[in-house]
């Protein structure tokens, strides 16, 4: 293509754009300029975003040095709340910041966690996990290797090992089913070293413990992650702490869960119990009845989706969630102790309690019922009434 031929393309270029240009409306040329001021705006957002991502691995190689968790509850609260402060004060909505910076937040924890797993508080410390190949034992296992810890694991297909692999272990995890927990401590125990710390992650902890303590004479501490076995950090999940025996030597393992990210909550062995047998094992059972109901009376999932609310996709969403996974798991929960099976009785039976007042159309005693169960539930239900409806938004967000 000549020179000439070039100018006149040029040239037909600029006409055909300045002509494009004209056509334009009033209002498509002034949307046009503020979408682009949008653009740049998005731009300098996103470059201030990538900004403070590196002011964050800075933060991660100093809690690195010193040793220091991840998860700072004040700071981010106060952080919060100044962001919400500054958006009133800006004429911007605050739930709207609040949201943007709690997964802006979230992000930066889980960066931080995942850097974090390379950190052991004892590094090269030995680590036994009597059934280490299931689902839990897995999890920890790989926490404790990325860490740097020198990671074993018990099975009934090498336990001809077990005293092989007990020598020189600095911690000793039982992480199998709660119906088998009191005999694997009772073979296990006593190969451990005596100033080795034994632990469970089983989600009963009264006889666990006792028998723990009975076995073992050197330092003993009973976990209970209040998680599964699928997420990929320990970002805020709840770690249910009983204290044994021995506690300053237990508490590098503490520390080396909380710089994994993880919260720590202690308790006694009975009071945990009795706590979970209404988080874990009374909403478990209830959501089995129900799934049960809906099966029996062969109800078309599809066709009620259709009609849903975000409110019952939620519901039926965790009834699903509970027959997705494996009922041996459930089964051990449920039936774990003969008090837990009472409560559950109990629950059963308060169901039967609510016949009458169907069979007469009893409007009146619901209605009080209704006001004495709210009363009782007081302030909670207006947290209630947030954290569900902002799940709710979430869910609308999503589907």
């Given at each position: ?305 259709e009609f849903s609310s975000p409110i019952y996709r939620l519901e ?44 007469n159309c009893d409007k009146e005693i619901f209605t009080e019922r ?30």
């Amino acid at each position: 293509m000549t020179e000439k031929t070039n100018t006149l393309k040029n040239t037909n270029d600029q006409g055909n754009l300045m002509s494009a240009e004209q056509d334009q409306t009033p209002f498509e040329a002034e949307i046009k300029n503020l979408r682009d001021t949008i653009d740049d705006i998005d731009e300098q957002i996103l470059t201030l975003i990538a900004k403070r991502l590196k002011e964050v691995k800075k933060v991660v190689a100093l809690k690195k040095e010193h040793n220091m968790p991840v998860f700072h509850p004040a700071r981010e609260e106060d952080l919060i709340s100044k962001l919400r402060s500054h958006a009133n004060s800006s004429g911007v909505d605050a739930d709207f910041i609040e949201d943007l910076y709690r997964v802006i937040l979230r992000n930066s924890r889980i960066h931080q966690t995942v850097e974090m797993k390379q950190q052991g508080i004892k590094p090269g410390g030995k680590v036994l996990i009597a059934g280490g190949y299931g689902q839990m034992g897995s999890y920890f296992a790989n926490l404790f290797r990325a860490s740097g810890y020198d990671v074993r694991i018990l099975s009934e297909d090498n336990w001809e090992s077990v005293e092989t692999l007990c020598q020189g272990i600095d911690l000793a995890i039982i992480s199998v089913p709660i119906n088998v927990t009191l005999s694997v401590t009772e073979r296990l125990a006593p190969h451990i070293p005596d100033d080795a710390l034994l632990a469970d992650l089983t989600s009963i902890k009264k006889f666990p413990m006792e028998q723990m303590l009975k076995q073992h004479q050197g330092p003993v501490i009973g976990l209970h992650p209040l998680f599964g076995p699928t997420c990929a950090t320990l970002d805020k999940q709840i770690i249910a702490i009983t204290p044994g025996r021995y506690g300053e030597k237990c508490q590098w393992l503490i520390d080396q869960l909380i710089l994994w990210g993880a919260v720590v909550v202690n308790s006694d062995a009975s009071e945990h119990d009795e706590i979970m047998d209404i988080v874990q094992a009374l909403r478990h059972f209830a959501t089995f009845c129900f799934g049960r109901f809906l099966s029996k009376r062969k109800i078309d999932l599809g066709k009620t989706l259709e009609f849903s609310s975000p409110i019952y996709r939620l519901e039926l969403g965790m009834v699903g969630r509970l027959f997705a996974q494996d009922s041996g798991l459930y089964s051990e929960i449920i039936f774990a102790t003969p008090e837990r099976r009472e409560i559950l009785k109990e629950f059963a039976a308060s169901l039967n309690d609510q016949i009458e007042m169907l069979d007469n159309c009893d409007k009146e005693i619901f209605t009080e019922r209704f006001r004495e169960i709210a009363q009782w539930f007081g302030p909670f239900s207006e947290q209630a009434m947030r954290e569900s409806t902002f799940i709710i938004d979430k869910l609308i967000e999503r589907f």
